[in-house]
DNA sequence: TTGCTTGCAAATTTTTTGCAAGTAG
DNA sequence: CTACTTGCAAAAAATTTGCAAGCAA
């Protein structure tokens, strides 16, 4: 739940596109809205829409979400995991850290200048940059701390399950599980 | 196929980590490798290692894939498509614009800047920068001209078919399909 | 009314898992 | 030899599609 994004705005855009607006459209949207910031998948939101409305079909929350990403209305981003997720695109582009090992994400500041440093690199070649959230892949201080620390046998990495989907990867393996 | 990767050193690498050196991991490592720049996913990967050895099965593929972004030794990369491909990490980074609307990709220079002004940001979170290609989407210059030109009804953007699935998408649908 | 939308179910696509047989070390 | 790996087939997960009925405009 993040900045303030225009409910009825986004709704008219819809409708001034020429789609209708439905009972189903519009609850998978304030769902989106209202979960600004939580990059959801379609489950994610599937489960959020229908704790609203048990009648709502996934095949609908599919047709819908594929709709905004085709009008510019939504961003499918993804995190290495295999799936997809949705954000609404905020008027301003943000930068985020995630480690591979395990999962955490930290948000980077002085986003106006490094959105204005992308846009310049893009210019270059004519883009025009849109509004998106950048992920950058590392490894965390604690995830650091504990690979420095690799002799423990009885040690895994950040003291944390390694999730094997996800991108996250754990390199201590020997002897237990992929 | 993109830069040197030292194949015999990549396996190496996997054989001191622990695991066995087998037929088919062999085959699909020197398929990643023979494709650098490709960004293959499961599928394609499948393929091409079947031309050379229609035994090896997709379970294996995956399997294999799964082991070494375990281990750190082949990145996740996803392309608002809704499903993964994978890239051998190169020594250095790798950035992409792409183009939401016709999928076309170009590729920007200065590549070193831009990872050490990454990895200063990085570092001030105490996070340590992983190899990686990234992805910056935006509308090419032609989309653009074509986006413009909206009045005309008979012009698709880019008088190139949009992908519907991909990430991809077209504003102009009135009277069309979805 | 018209024809865009929906829910449901079936179909696809992508990825994972169980298990007996195969094989690297 | 041992136990890590594989292929196959079935299962699970993620997404798409066909179609008759529902409902915005």
Same mark, same amino acid.
């Given at each position: ?78 995190? !290495?995991? %295999? *799936? ?6 905020? +008027? ?6 995630? #480690? @591979?090992? /395990? ?20 210019? !270059?070649? %004519? *883009? ?6 950048? +992920? ?6 604690? #995830? @650091?701390? /504990? ?32």
């Amino acid at each position: 739940m993040k900045g303030p994004v225009d409910l009825e705005g986004y709704l008219e855009r819809l409708r001034e596109e020429g789609f209708r607006l439905t009972g189903p459209r519009r609850l998978i949207i304030e769902t989106l809205v209202d979960h600004l910031g939580s990059h959801l998948n379609a489950r994610e939101l599937m489960d959020l829409v229908q704790e609203r409305d048990r009648t709502v079909g996934f095949a609908t929350v599919y047709r819908t979400l594929e709709l905004l990403v085709g009008l510019g209305m939504l961003n499918r981003i993804s995190m !290495e995991e %295999g *799936f997809s997720r949705y954000e609404v695109p905020d +008027e301003q582009m943000h930068f985020h850290l995630y #480690c @591979r090992f /395990c999962g955490k994400t930290v948000h980077l500041d002085g986003e106006e200048e490094k959105e204005s440093l992308f846009r310049t690199w893009m210019g !270059e070649s %004519g *883009f025009l940059l849109l509004p998106q959230t950048f +992920e950058i892949a590392g490894i965390c201080p604690d #995830c @650091r701390r /504990c690979l420095a620390d690799e002799d423990d046998p009885d040690l895994t990495p950040c003291g944390k399950i390694c999730r094997s989907r996800g991108g996250r990867f754990c390199r201590r393996r020997r002897g237990g599980e992929a």
